[in-house]
Structure formats: C-alpha cells, structure tokens
C-alpha cells in the first residue's frame, strides 16, 4: 500500500424517507454530523474543517458559515463542493489535502437533503432570514453598523478615525486609471458629509457595486520556474469561520481573522510589521480598522492612531491597498475580494507602473466575507 | 416614530415545525428559547442539537425578557422596502439574561439609545405580527416594574 493521504475515521447516515414533513436541510444536516462525530468518538470541538454541498434548501449563499453557525463549530478551513454526484467523492480527497497542507486536522464532510411534498415559496430560509429580516434587520450595511457601533463604544473610535479610511482609499484611486472613483477624491469631510445610511455609518464608508472579474493561476513552486512571469508565491495561508449571523459573533469588536493572518504569518515565519504591502479586505471602514488591529499592528482600539502616524500610500511608509482598496476601485461582487490578490502580485512582480510601492518582498492579503465571519488571510512574497 | 408598525409590509418569519414554540410564544407576548439539560447552556436561536456540546436534550423556557444592548445601529435606509415608511427606526443586538444574543427591534424611548443599556422584552406587532421586540429600562419603570 502507498503511503496514506489521510483516514476515514467517522461515518454518519439517515435512514432514507420517501418524504419529509417541515424538517429543514438544516437539522437534517445536524443530525447526520452528530452521528458521524460520535462514531469517530471525536469531540465536536476537535472538527476545524468543514466541507459542504451547495444544496442547502434554506441559504442561497454562505453555506458553510451558515452550517458552521448552526453546528456551533468554528472551522479552520471551510468550503463549498459542488461537483453533483461527485462531490462526496470530491469531499475526501479535498479535506485530505487541505490537512496536508497544514489547514486543519480533522474534517466534516457532510451532504443531506430533506424532500417535502410542498416546496416553500421562499428559497431563503436560513435563520437570518427568520430571525433577523423580520425585526428589521436586512442587508450587510446594518450588520456592519452594528460592528462600527460597539467599536465605538468599546474603544471610543470616532466617525473620523473611520473616515479617514475611505479618503485613504479614495487617495489611493486617484493612482488607478481603471479604479471606478479615479477621478473622484473625497477627503475625510466628504465622508462625514455624505449621507447617513445605518448609524453610525456613512454612505462613503460602504464600497460601490460595480461588474467585473479577476482570475489568477496557481501552480507549483517548480513549474513557475519555468514560466514567462516572475512568480509570487504563497508562503502562508490561514481561514477561519466563526458564525453567520452578526447576532451569533463571538466578538464586535475582533474577528476570525485574528486567528487566520496568525496562521499565515506562522507558516511563513512572518509578522505583520514585515509586511512591504497590506491588501486588505474593505467592504466597509470598519473592517480594515479591525484587521489592521487583528494582524497586532496596533493595540485593539487604536487603528486611529495608527493610522494618523502612517502615510498608506505607494510612496508611504504602510502602503495599503495602493489600487484603491474594494472603497475606491469597487465591488465586483465575489470578484472584489480578488482585487486584493491581484494587486499584491502585481506589486510583487514590480509591474505596477506609477503606483509601483519601493521594497516589494511581501504582502498580507485578507478576505472577508458575511458579517465579519468568514476569514482567509494570505502572506505572499516576491521570487 | 409616529408610524403604525402593524400597518407595515415586512417579510414575515419562515416558521419552520422546530422553531414554532418559539413563535407561538412571541404570539402570545412572551419569549422562549432552548436549554440544554446536558451542559445547561441557553440556545438562541432553535436548532435541534446544542451548539455547545451536540445534545438533543433540548427543552423550552421562558426567558426573563432581561437584556444588555451589546449594539445598536438606527437605520435611514432600510435593506427591505417594507420598513422604509418607518425610517429612521433602532435594531440593536440584545444580549439576553440567559446568555445567548438575538437581534431585535428596540422601540423608541426617552433618549437615543446607548451601548450597554438595560434592556426589557417589549413585545411589538410589527407588519402583522407580535414579535419579541426590546425597550431600554428607564430609572423610574426600573424602580416599579410594570
């Protein structure tokens, strides 16, 4: 037998039923997990990975989040497999590979499925929408409020600790022609000016939809060798997904990226104030004041200060998303986050043109997604 | 706030068989969530095992309708169009007695609300229905409960 890639150590199964009667995807997928852990005869805290199907009848998007959250489990790596009949197959070797490589120890693999004989009309029937949407509660902007509010109150930011966020991404624009406010600064008093959209925060704190897409390609350190353009290699990765729900945070004021940038900083024998560049995920204002104080830049509530020290872009001391950030070039959907990703390896490479930034040996990229729950950090460094 | 919130066109719950106690209870002005008899935890929201330790010994109890507000954001703009004739109005995440965190509706009061505020079940028909809704205790009710 060839060397082992990893063990099957827990199985789970339910019984086959033609029908199923107000029973959700949910609790089906609860109950199987249940048995699959216990069969193993792990603790259910011993399970950091989670590997699920895109068929959850109940949530549309943020599947594994939403899983985790119900499970109270709070995966190191989590993910989506979708590949039909193939994905529990897909599953095995996935979380084989993610534990190789240093993600996770041990993996829930699960798919489960209810049938009843009436579809409900709502195909969103995760509990946010039960018991968030119905108190008034719809959207990120308010989720992201709420985060920005407790910072606050905990620390004693101020509106203009977070405005100077968006005029810094808004500076950084100004050096991306394809950046979709280029042409459009807006300093710390346009921020605070413009109009109020969930206390306390602003509607120039919030990125813009736009359409768009971004792709890289990964291969191995050996191939890219071989290839046209000088590699940027990914020397460390952390995830981590706490919760879904702002309700069910275990913290407002940090997130799970604390525990994903220690990670990547960990297996790249790095530390956040070696960082040549910081492309961090930007939805809003508040979520780059938070990383910078989850990556231990600065003391937890002192992003401010930090931030009036620093000057963040290209030719600065602490560039920070020198393409604008998601806050000035925009939100391409998922495509956003990608963003990220694309202009650390452009920096790396040296071929950022007019906003190339001096030392270029290593990046921090962040990714972010619900409300301040999923979590991937990355440390890139130049060839 | 001058706004019949009853009159308003919101997106009702979706009431699944498992999460029905707790609004039958909600119906009825009063608020009910999972204990764990296992690890003694309190469950918000329902599921049918404890996110703390994978029990099915779940049973239902009234909470004290006791809360902390942990945040609180007033809304100019709301996600669903059923709540804009009602903007600006407050959500705020409750940190209930028992433990566990719920978001909820925090009716008007006195003053603008603050963080770390005492809160009470105030239950309030929104778009049709009487949802477990939160008031911050003022000194004076604080002193003689209704």
């Given at each position: 037998m060839s060397r082992s890639k990893g063990a099957i150590v827990g199985i789970g199964e339910l019984k086959p039923q033609r029908l199923t009667s107000g029973v959700t995807t949910l609790e089906m997928i609860a109950e199987v997990?249940?048995?699959?852990?216990?069969?193993?005869?792990?603790e259910r805290g011993a399970i950091d990975g989670l590997l699920v199907g895109p068929q959850v009848g109940e949530t549309p998007q943020h599947v594994p989040a939403t899983i985790a959250e119900y499970l109270g489990l709070a995966p190191t790596m989590a993910n989506v497999v979708d590949l039909g009949g193939a994905s529990g197959a897909g599953m095995v070797w996935r979380a084989a590979a993610a534990i190789e490589a240093g993600?996770?120890?041990?993996?829930?693999?699960?798919?489960?499925?209810?049938?009843?004989?009436?579809a409900p009309r709502s195909p969103n029937r995760n509990p946010i929408r039960e018991f968030d949407v119905p108190f008034g509660a719809s959207g990120a902007n308010i989720s992201y409020a709420l985060l920005m509010q407790a910072h606050m109150a905990e620390y004693g930011s101020t509106a203009r600790d977070f405005a100077m966020i968006a005029a810094a991404a808004r500076a950084n624009a100004q050096s991306n022609s394809d950046a979709i406010f280029f042409g459009k600064p807006a300093d710390v008093e346009a921020v605070?000016?413009?109009?109020?959209?969930?206390?306390?925060?602003?509607l120039l704190e919030i990125v813009m939809p736009v359409a768009g897409g971004e792709a890289v390609v990964v291969t191995s350190a050996e191939r890219a060798r071989s290839l046209r353009k000088p590699p940027v290699h990914l020397l460390g990765?952390?995830?981590?997904?706490?919760?879904?729900?702002?309700?069910?945070a275990p913290s407002l004021t940090s997130g799970p990226l604390k525990s994903a940038m220690a990670r990547a900083f960990q297996q790249s024998g790095t530390q956040a104030d070696e960082m040549d560049l910081l492309s961090l995920y930007d939805c809003y204002t508040i979520m780059v004041a938070t990383t910078i104080e989850d990556a231990g830049l600065c003391a937890p509530g002192e992003f401010g200060a930090w931030l009036r020290d620093r000057d963040l872009s290209h030719k600065g001391d602490m560039p920070l998303n020198t393409h604008g950030g998601q806050l000035g070039f925009g939100q391409p959907d998922l495509a956003g986050g990608m963003t990220h990703v694309v202009e650390a390896v452009r920096q790396l490479r040296g071929a950022a043109g007019g906003r190339q930034i001096g030392k270029a040996e290593l990046?921090?990229?962040?990714?972010?997604?619900?409300?301040?729950?999923?979590?991937?950090?990355?440390?890139?460094?130049?060839? | 706030m001058s706004v019949d919130l009853n009159a308003l066109k919101t997106a009702a719950p979706t009431i699944t068989a498992l999460t029905a106690p707790f609004w039958d209870a909600a119906a009825e002005g009063r608020l009910t969530i999972q204990r764990c008899e296992d690890c003694g935890e309190a469950v918000f929201y329902p599921r049918p095992i404890c996110p703390h330790c994978w029990s099915k010994r779940l049973v239902w109890q009234d909470a004290s309708g006791k809360g902390r507000l942990k945040s609180f954001s007033e809304v100019h703009k709301p996600g669903h169009p059923g709540w804009l004739p009602a903007a600006p109005y407050v959500v705020g995440l409750v940190e209930l007695a028992e433990g566990p965190t719920m978001l909820s509706f925090i009716q008007p009061g006195a003053r603008p609300p603050q963080v770390g505020d005492a809160l009470l079940l105030a239950p309030t028909a929104i778009g049709g229905r009487v949802l477990p809704a939160f008031k911050s205790v003022e000194p004076a009710t604080e002193e003689k409960p209704e």
């Amino acid at each position: 037998m060839s060397r082992s890639k990893g063990a099957i150590v827990g199985i789970g199964e339910l019984k086959p039923q033609r029908l199923t009667s107000g029973v959700t995807t949910l609790e089906m997928i609860a109950e199987v997990s249940r048995l699959a852990v216990l069969d193993a005869g792990l603790e259910r805290g011993a399970i950091d990975g989670l590997l699920v199907g895109p068929q959850v009848g109940e949530t549309p998007q943020h599947v594994p989040a939403t899983i985790a959250e119900y499970l109270g489990l709070a995966p190191t790596m989590a993910n989506v497999v979708d590949l039909g009949g193939a994905s529990g197959a897909g599953m095995v070797w996935r979380a084989a590979a993610a534990i190789e490589a240093g993600m996770c120890e041990a993996v829930l693999c699960v798919l489960a499925n209810n049938r009843e004989a009436a579809a409900p009309r709502s195909p969103n029937r995760n509990p946010i929408r039960e018991f968030d949407v119905p108190f008034g509660a719809s959207g990120a902007n308010i989720s992201y409020a709420l985060l920005m509010q407790a910072h606050m109150a905990e620390y004693g930011s101020t509106a203009r600790d977070f405005a100077m966020i968006a005029a810094a991404a808004r500076a950084n624009a100004q050096s991306n022609s394809d950046a979709i406010f280029f042409g459009k600064p807006a300093d710390v008093e346009a921020v605070l000016a413009s109009p109020m959209i969930a206390s306390p925060l602003h509607l120039l704190e919030i990125v813009m939809p736009v359409a768009g897409g971004e792709a890289v390609v990964v291969t191995s350190a050996e191939r890219a060798r071989s290839l046209r353009k000088p590699p940027v290699h990914l020397l460390g990765a952390g995830e981590k997904v706490t919760h879904r729900a702002v309700s069910q945070a275990p913290s407002l004021t940090s997130g799970p990226l604390k525990s994903a940038m220690a990670r990547a900083f960990q297996q790249s024998g790095t530390q956040a104030d070696e960082m040549d560049l910081l492309s961090l995920y930007d939805c809003y204002t508040i979520m780059v004041a938070t990383t910078i104080e989850d990556a231990g830049l600065c003391a937890p509530g002192e992003f401010g200060a930090w931030l009036r020290d620093r000057d963040l872009s290209h030719k600065g001391d602490m560039p920070l998303n020198t393409h604008g950030g998601q806050l000035g070039f925009g939100q391409p959907d998922l495509a956003g986050g990608m963003t990220h990703v694309v202009e650390a390896v452009r920096q790396l490479r040296g071929a950022a043109g007019g906003r190339q930034i001096g030392k270029a040996e290593l990046a921090l990229v962040t990714g972010n997604g619900a409300t301040m729950s999923e979590a991937t950090a990355l440390v890139l460094g130049a060839a | 706030m001058s706004v019949d919130l009853n009159a308003l066109k919101t997106a009702a719950p979706t009431i699944t068989a498992l999460t029905a106690p707790f609004w039958d209870a909600a119906a009825e002005g009063r608020l009910t969530i999972q204990r764990c008899e296992d690890c003694g935890e309190a469950v918000f929201y329902p599921r049918p095992i404890c996110p703390h330790c994978w029990s099915k010994r779940l049973v239902w109890q009234d909470a004290s309708g006791k809360g902390r507000l942990k945040s609180f954001s007033e809304v100019h703009k709301p996600g669903h169009p059923g709540w804009l004739p009602a903007a600006p109005y407050v959500v705020g995440l409750v940190e209930l007695a028992e433990g566990p965190t719920m978001l909820s509706f925090i009716q008007p009061g006195a003053r603008p609300p603050q963080v770390g505020d005492a809160l009470l079940l105030a239950p309030t028909a929104i778009g049709g229905r009487v949802l477990p809704a939160f008031k911050s205790v003022e000194p004076a009710t604080e002193e003689k409960p209704e």
